[in-house]
């Protein structure tokens, strides 16, 4: 019963958010909140904040950009250009043009198309997202009567993996409504 309370408190969480989703109107407040997450998050990863321009790994950068959002930008001249470019400054740049693709993007397809897009993609990540979670969750709670063995306590233990996997799926779930939204496209009658 224990194991299963860790999971109805997941459920509920995810329940309710996919239930606001639903009554929504409009996400697009959500997508330009999530979008700064993981911009932040994919920057940070090659530009730690508060570094020096020698640790910086633009050229990885400039290639997770493209590959996640098929957004291609030239930091490494942008940051050969500017002596004053520090972390921050590449982050603002990122979101800035991460921001020009999803307004080009609306303006492309019209706002009512792009809000239901929206909508649509954010419900569909979230559902498959939580479909592999809760397989792995199952995994989990199979094998965790082992730590028993190595003098720890399986509840506590899986209370804990169980947050960890969590946590893993909701910034997994941003990054791929983000990654879709990029990506996609959408054919017009012409």
Known sequence: LDFDDVNNDQRKVIYGQRDELLEAESVQENIDGIRGDVVAEIVERHVPPDSIDDQWDLPGLEATLEQEFGLRM??????????????????????????????????????????ALEKHIMLSVLDDNWKQHLARMDYLRQGIHLRGYAQKQPKQEYKKEAFELFAEMLDKVKRDVVTMLARVRIRTEE
């Open 74 to 115: 030239e930091l490494q001249r942008i940051a050969a250009e500017s002596k004053e470019l520090d972390a921050e400054g590449i982050q603002d740049q990122v979101r800035e043009a991460l921001d020009r693709v999803f307004v080009d993007k609306e303006a492309q397809v019209g706002p009512e198309t792009m809000r």
